[in-house]
Nanobody, 121 residues
């Protein structure tokens, strides 16, 4: 399985970005997906996850109401729409594929390479 994340960049506080993660090599629709992030000097933390059918999704409290996770199984792609961005959202964002849409990194088997998101104040 290969996961290719894209869409990161530099944005001012209050702005928006849309991350994409394209998967290849597996039946994408058979797996749950998650987004995590890691800021310099900090541990990787959960952002959002979505079940394989796209009907159930979960968010970390610090992004709830600002970020939206979605997926298009026909395109083997998961998205993360990020609105009202804050400087504390600055991190490398990783997509992950696994068998359970949890907040625990060890429930995910495959990881993308990460895409940098930088929010300036």
């Amino acid at each position: 399985v290969q996961l290719q994340a894209s869409g990161g960049g530099l944005v001012q506080a209050g702005g928006s970005l849309r991350l994409s993660c394209a998967a290849s090599g597996r039946t994408f629709s058979s797996y749950d997906m998650g987004w995590f992030r890691q800021a310099p000097g900090k541990e990787r933390e959960f952002v959002a996850s979505i079940r394989r059918n796209g009907e159930y999704f979960y968010y970390a409290d610090y992004v709830k109401g600002r970020f939206t996770i979605s997926r298009d199984n026909a395109k083997n792609t998961v998205y993360l729409q990020m609105n009202s961005l804050k400087p504390e959202d600055t991190a490398v964002y990783y997509c992950a594929l696994g068998s359970r849409a949890t907040s625990r990194p060890y429930d995910y088997t495959y990881w993308g390479q990460g895409t940098q998101v930088t929010v300036s104040s």
